[in-house]
């Protein structure tokens, strides 16, 4: 298969100028005593980028869950094209909005095509009674989801993995391909849980490629990294989360230029040399993750 037959997800997006899509509205997420996310809004338009931050713990994938219907916000609401979305995973997925996830989620044993297709089935129609007759309905729904699984893994740069099983791919591919899951239950809005965690600079320089290609469909992107160079040349705009609430949000330039940023990250406060404290975040977060990359471990799983 060949670019000419990528698959498209709605006009083109020029990460401006999109219809509002996501409208997150005073989101509380507690957990006993413990305020994990503490009143965040978030808004996000259709063919927009936009980067959350913040260091370990700040509740960024809390948040997430609130958006995806994994948890129910304690307070808050979460509107989907105008729409309050119930807190169904299921229900979420078929609205329109697709996540990857930190700790990667994929099926170990299955292949890479399979677990592609697992994820167009929210949008198959055959029921209980047509699967298991297997009729010519189910074949024929059978057939085109394959072909967009296919369509999707070469979308991603997998194209010629279609057949390997997932607990066999590289750190970095098994992200690609959590990608490529989701893309496949055809979202409007993309979430992205650390997407390039455990990936070597090659890789990450791929997928900020990837995410720009997949922004140029028309989706939406929200991505959750540590990796301040990536998010920083990637994003329209970037939420940086501390302690549950939001420090800053604004353009890349605005946030990176802001020393309650570098303080949130490192403590200092100063806010000198932040270029150079910066680079040596990343220097060292490059370094743990190809280490932790050569021996085959996911680094976020190792964290207390
Ligand atoms: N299910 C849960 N029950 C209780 N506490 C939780 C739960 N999930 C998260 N927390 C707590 O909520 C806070 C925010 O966690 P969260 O995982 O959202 O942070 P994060 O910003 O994604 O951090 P990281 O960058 O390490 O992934 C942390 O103090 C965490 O221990
Ligand atoms: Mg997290």
Do not use: W
């Not at 198959?124 to 893994?153: D, N, V």
């Not at 309650?260 to 406060?269: K, M, P």
């Amino acid at each position: 298969m060949t670019a000419t037959t990528e698959p498209t997800y709605g006009a083109p997006g020029d990460g401006t100028s999109g219809e509002l899509i996501l409208d997150a509205s005073g989101v509380v997420m507690r957990f006993g005593g413990l305020v994990a996310v503490g009143g965040v809004d978030l808004q996000v338009h259709q063919g927009e980028i936009v980067g959350l931050i913040g260091p370990n713990g700040a509740g960024k994938t809390t948040f997430f869950n609130c958006l995806t219907g994994m948890y129910r916000p304690t307070e808050g609401t979460v509107r989907f094209e105008g729409q309050v979305l119930p807190p169904k995973p299921g229900k979420v997925v078929r609205a329109g909005m697709a996540r990857t996830f930190q700790n990667i989620r994929l099926f170990g044993n299955m292949t890479a095509l399979e677990n592609v297709m697992v994820g167009r089935y929210c949008r198959t129609s055959s029921g209980a009674l047509t699967s298991i007759l297997r009729g010519p309905k189910f074949r024929r729904e059978e057939e085109e989801t394959r072909a967009r699984a296919q369509q999707l893994l070469e979308f991603v740069g997998l194209g010629r993995q279609a057949a390997h099983l997932a607990r066999n791919m590289s750190y970095g591919d098994q992200r690609r391909l959590e990608i490529a899951r989701a893309l496949a239950t055809d979202p409007k809005l993309l979430l992205l849980d650390e997407p390039t965690a455990g990936m070597n600079p090659l890789e990450t320089q791929q997928a900020m490629e990837l995410i720009f290609k997949i922004r140029d469909q028309g989706l939406a992107v929200v991505v959750i990294e540590h990796d301040m160079r990536f998010i920083f040349n990637l994003c329209d705009r970037v939420l940086c989360l501390v302690q549950g609430k939001t420090l800053i949000e604004g353009t890349p330039e605005q946030v990176q230029s802001d020393p309650r940023v570098i303080e949130a990250y490192i403590g200092t406060g100063d806010g000198t040399e932040d270029d150079e404290e910066m680079d040596e975040i990343v220097r060292e977060d490059e370094a743990d993750l190809r280490r932790d990359d050569e021996t085959g471990t996911d680094p976020r799983e190792q964290r207390p």
